[in-house]
Each structure stands twice: as structure tokens, then as C-alpha cells.
């Protein structure tokens, strides 16, 4: 992030919004440059940031101006972690790779579990999603639940989990499904997983979108909305969401890039960005834009827009992130064997 002062005494604060596809909120002072990039959370955080300008001028009487930072080429500002280019730092692995690294300031928060996913204060997420699936208007395929998935002759459409954090959501989504049933156990996860990835007909959103390939998309819960939405608009009533018995709790994560704020002075506002996203107002602002709020209120004001179904962390099922990608992501993982064979 940067700071640019000037003789009124106005403060343009630079605020990198990384969304991509997930929309989690990554919050750094940098460079940018005019335009914008199209993404699922954009209007999300375009109305988070007025709302946090307003906030702010309230509370110091400054004014700001809170932008998604770009790079020249007007393509989100990237940040190098683990090797890895990351745009979205959106899984709780990162969070932990984050404290190894000096140049982020990992938010601490307790541990958590799906028994108290509006308790605001415990988690470095501001707010929540969960895996569904889109379906073609009507569900002529009558897909209900995971199982429906791996029945023969139904066509998939998910991202890769070897290359897209989206698509290892939705592979542990389905992997804890099935090792949630009555008798599940890592064979049976094993073995239902292995039938989804059979069926899976593509990897892009655009073919079951623009191409009609497909049966069924796996998608954000917010992006299910915004897909729904966006057809509507287009005069084309052709999607529904269907909202599975159990799925997974996601969770993006906030962090700051720490020797940005600290070169730039800029940690006060930079922490104070993130910690807003927290308050009522910015739950309230989550819950319109279709994603779940930790508030309670605001949960409880948004309740018909997120079917009731039972929940479970990252960590009750697979342990951590670490262990997850360790197990199912890594060379020579479960993930690979399956896609081998």
C-alpha cells in the first residue's frame, strides 16, 4: 500500500483487494494503476471500501480513498509466497505459511470449529462460503447431493484441484462428505471421490456457463448467486442453485504485508481496514453481497438467502491445510493417484 499526501491534507490509501475467484480479502498498501479487473467479489469490496472511507473519515477526520492495488498491465498486484504466485491468500495453509515469512503479519485467532461459525471474534475470516452446485433451470438431472454426482452418465464441471484452489475446495467438500456417512471411512471417501472425478466433464466455468456443458458446476456458494444474478440481467432464466446436505466451510483470510505498512506508515489504517471488515456494518455489507457473516444479526437478516446444511472445517476433517495438501495435494498424493488412474 501507499500513501500519497497532499496539500488538502488528503490521504489516497492503495488498498490491494485480492479476489480471483474466491473473493477473500487480502489487504496490502501498494502501487495501482486506473482500471479495473472483472471479479466475482468486486462489487463486494468496492462497497467495503466506501463504507470504510466513510468509517474512517468519521473516526479521524480524513479522508481517504480506498483502491484495488493493479499492476501496470491493470492485473491484480501478486504477492510471492512458498514459490507460489498468489493473488488470494485464501486457505488457512497460507495463514501458516504466513507467520514463517517476516514480510506479512498473519492474524492470530483461535481455533475453530462449525459449532461456532458466528462467534466474530475467534476467526481470521471475516466472513464464510460454502461449496453448492449449479444446476440447469429445472435440475432435469434431479441432482440433490454429493451422491447424485457420482451416478454414471452425470457431467461435472470443477477446476482442477492439482492447479486451482477452487477446485481443491471442492474436492475436500466432497471428500468429507462421503467420509461423514454412516460407515465412511477413508476407503469409501476414496472410493466416491474417485467416481466424481470420473464424471467430471470439464474444468471451466465458461463451458457450463456460455457453452452449456455439463449437468452440474461446483462452485462458491457467492459465485452460485452472482451467476444466477448475472443470467437474470441477461434475460436468461436458466440456472438454479442447489444447496447440498453438507458441505464445506470456506474461509478466505486477511492479512497485511508487513514491511509495506511499515515503509509506508501506513499500519493504522491498514489494521483498521481489516479489523472493520468485522463490524456489524461490514457483516451487513457480506450478507447483501452473498456471502455468509460471522455476525449473528447479520446472519440472521440474510437467513433465506443461505439454506440451512450442516458444516464442517477444514481442520475437524483432514486435520489443517498442511495436512490436507500433504496427503491429498502433494506429489505422488491421493489426488494425483485418482487423476492417474
Known sequence: MSFIKSHKSHIAVIVLISLVSLGAAYAALQTFSPGSVRDPARELYADLNDAFATHWKARTGVDINVRSAQSKSG???????????????????????????????????????????????????????????????????????????????IEVVTPNPKISDSGRWNYLAAWGYALRQPGGDEAAALEFVRKLFANIRSPATTDFVERGIGDVLLVWENEAHLLIHQASVEGADKFEIVTPSMSIVAEPTVSVVNASADKNGTREVTTAYINYLYTPQAQDIAGKHYYRPRDAQAGAKYANRFPPLELFTVDEVFGSWQQARKIHFAKNGILEHIQRN
Open 75 to 153: 492485473k491484480p498486484v501478486r504477492a510471492v509466497l512458498d514459490g507460489l504466485n498468489i493473488t488470494t491468500l485464501t486457505l488457512s495453509y497460507d495463514v501458516d505459511k504466513l507467520r514463517e515469512k517476516n514480510r506479512f503479519i498473519a492474524p492470530a485467532w483461535n481455533q475453530t470449529s462449525s459449532q461456532n461459525l458466528h462467534d466474530v471474534s475467534s476467526h481470521a475470516s471475516p466472513y464464510t462460503s460454502t461449496i453448492v452446485f449449479v444446476v440447469r433451470k429445472g435440475n432435469p438431472k434431479k441432482l440433490r447431493d454429493w451422491d447424485d454426482l457420482s451416478r454414471p452418465g
